[in-house]
């Protein structure tokens, strides 16, 4: 008798702007797939918690200095880090919901303006990776995004810093081979984005056959 084939998770990416709500859609997403029985986790970059997260995580609180390459190379070694680990996961079934990913990691690096750090060299180091199933981009405007509390005191969380990526983050989006990118209107209510997100999500889930990787 044939046994039928493990149906592969989905790799789910939410990206967007700070203070977009990607944290709070990825915890909704994640209960309401858990809820409809769906084997999900549920993970974040940065990760802060391995040592090369750690690094990450001093630099973004000013506590230390690293040049742009530098940081920039160990926020893409933090991903690498559970690439291996994503595939396995998924090849078990399990959907992944991915808060950030390689798109912040190119974005914000090439928004710091130093003239040796393009978008294309950014991204480079990210190609090879497990590639998204949907990237769910959460749209918000500065005036929507101001309404949710002032900036905090980590580094990137600056006006002028915010406004680069916000035009990168756009000019990533009209790549042709981007065709995984789903963009949300996100300033609305957080119940109403959550649902605009289900479903792209569950037809995603329908829908996924071998897993690709990210490509120059
Ligand atoms: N970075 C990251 C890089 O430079 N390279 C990389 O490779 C990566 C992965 C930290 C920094 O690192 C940079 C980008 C960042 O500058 P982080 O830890 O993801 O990255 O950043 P956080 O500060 O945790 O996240 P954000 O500021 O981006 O916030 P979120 O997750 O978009 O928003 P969330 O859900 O925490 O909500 C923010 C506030 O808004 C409210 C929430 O209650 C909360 O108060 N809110 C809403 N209010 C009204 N209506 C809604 N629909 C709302 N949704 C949320
Ligand atoms: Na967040």
Same mark, same amino acid.
């Given at each position: 008798?044939?046994?039928?084939?493990?149906?592969?998770?989905?790799? /789910? /990416? /939410?990206?967007?702007? &700070?203070?977009?709500?990607? $944290?709070?859609?990825?915890?909704?997403?994640? %209960?309401?797939?858990?809820?409809?029985? @769906?084997? =999900?986790?549920?993970?974040?970059?940065?990760?802060?918690? #391995?040592?090369?997260?750690?690094?990450?995580?001093? @630099?973004? %609180?000013?506590?230390?200095? *690293?040049?742009?390459?530098?940081?920039?190379? *160990?926020? $893409?070694?933090?991903?690498? !880090?559970?690439?291996?680990?994503?595939?396995?996961?998924?090849?078990?079934?399990? =959907? /992944?919901?991915?808060?950030? @990913? $390689?798109?912040?990691?190119?974005?914000?690096?090439?928004?710091?303006?130093?003239?040796?750090?393009?978008?294309?060299?950014?991204?480079?180091?990210?190609?090879?990776?497990?590639?998204? &199933?949907?990237?769910?981009?959460?749209?918000?405007?500065?005036?929507?995004?101001?309404?949710?509390?002032?900036?905090?005191?980590? %580094?990137?969380? #600056?006006?002028?810093?915010?406004? %680069?990526?916000?035009?990168?983050?756009?000019?990533? *989006?009209?790549?042709?081979?981007?065709? !995984?990118?789903?963009?949300?209107?996100?300033?609305?209510?957080?119940?109403?984005?959550?649902?605009?997100?289900?479903?792209?999500?569950?037809?995603?889930?329908?829908?996924?056959? $071998?897993?690709?990787? *990210?490509?120059?």
């Amino acid at each position: 008798m044939a046994h039928d084939k493990i149906k592969r998770g989905a790799l /789910v /990416v /939410v990206e967007g702007l &700070d203070r977009a709500g990607k $944290s709070s859609q990825c915890e909704l997403l994640y %209960r309401s797939l858990l809820d409809m029985n @769906y084997k =999900t986790e549920y993970i974040r970059f940065p990760d802060r918690s #391995t040592p090369i997260g750690k690094q990450i995580d001093s @630099y973004l %609180r000013g506590q230390s200095q *690293l040049g742009d390459h530098s940081i920039h190379l *160990l926020f $893409s070694a933090n991903r690498w !880090e559970v690439a291996q680990s994503i595939q396995d996961d998924i090849a078990k079934g399990i =959907t /992944v919901i991915v808060d950030r @990913y $390689s798109y912040s990691g190119a974005v914000y690096s090439a928004a710091k303006g130093n003239p040796n750090l393009s978008l294309h060299w950014a991204w480079q180091p990210e190609v090879g990776l497990p590639r998204p &199933d949907l990237c769910l981009f959460l749209s918000i405007s500065p005036e929507e995004a101001a309404k949710r509390g002032g900036y905090g005191v980590e %580094r990137y969380e #600056t006006d002028s810093m915010q406004k %680069r990526v916000r035009d990168l983050f756009l000019s990533l *989006l009209d790549l042709p081979h981007n065709d !995984e990118i789903c963009v949300i209107d996100a300033g609305r209510p957080v119940d109403e984005v959550a649902q605009d997100i289900l479903e792209p999500v569950l037809e995603c889930m329908k829908n996924v056959d $071998s897993i690709g990787s *990210l490509k120059k």
